[in-house]
């Protein structure tokens, strides 16, 4: 079975610094996806970011941006020019390749904190 | 947009009461799933249907059963719902049974059993 792990509960950054969230994962399967999920205040789950495995070049949306090191199974997020919008739980996920697979496995989460 | 909604927003119920929990979905999705969100322990997958009548259990189904009778709704059913129930659960939906495609979560329904 897979899984993913979070190791950094709570992070906080400052307004416009940049601030990386860990994430890493174990699996057998050479065929994934890895997902960031957000999770505001609001309680509204949304996708920030998803890499596939096959690709070695890194996913980027705005600032948004994944350092993936699939040797070390090392998901990395990270966020650039943060934003009092950016607090919220952020979750690494984690899918199988395989055709019929269709759950995410989740890790715990890191709070992310942004001061203004 | 994609819209996923839940019944509730919060929700109270009593040791052995029987527990409805539903979610629609407004996007004609294939796939419905129950997760429940536990601090530390992140979201861990309850039950999931891939089509209407057909489901599958996630990691932790004991204690739940779900029903889809109908494409946009998936409910949760806590048939004696008890104070380990106590949770907040999310529903989300995703179109296709590809490994890129977006999964899409309702609001999330917290539930206190007392």
């Known amino acids: 079975a897979q899984t993913v792990t979070q190791s950094q509960p709570e992070m906080s950054v400052q307004e416009a610094e940049t601030v990386t969230l860990s994430c890493t994962y174990d699996t057998s399967e050479s065929d994934y996806y890895l997902f960031w999920y957000k999770q505001p205040p609001s309680r509204q789950m949304i996708l920030v970011i998803r890499q596939e495995a096959y690709k070695q070049q890194n996913a980027t949306e705005n600032r948004f941006s994944v350092n993936f090191q699939k040797a070390a199974k090392s998901f990395s997020l990270k966020i650039s020019d943060s934003q009092l919008g950016d607090a919220a739980m952020y979750f690494c996920a984690y899918r199988s390749g395989s055709g019929s697979a269709r759950q995410l496995t989740f890790g715990s989460g890191t709070q992310l904190t942004v001061l203004p | 947009d994609v819209k996923v909604t839940q019944s509730s927003r919060y929700l109270v119920k009593r040791t052995g009461e029987k527990v409805f929990l539903e979610c629609v979905q407004d996007?004609?999705?294939?796939?419905m799933f129950w997760y429940r969100q536990d601090p530390g322990l992140g979201l861990r997958l309850i039950y999931f249907?891939?089509?209407?009548?057909?489901?599958e259990k996630g990691d932790i189904p004991e204690g739940y059963s779900v029903s889809r009778e109908k494409k946009e709704r998936f409910s949760l059913i806590l048939e004696s719902a008890s104070t380990n129930q106590t949770s907040m659960y999310l529903c989300?939906?995703?179109?296709?049974?590809?490994?890129?495609?977006?999964?899409?979560f309702g609001p999330g329904t917290r539930l206190t059993v007392l």
């Open positions: 249907s891939y089509d209407v009548k057909m489901k």
């Open positions: 989300a939906s995703s179109w296709l049974p590809v490994s890129t495609d977006t999964q899409y």
């Open positions: 996007m004609d999705h294939e796939n």
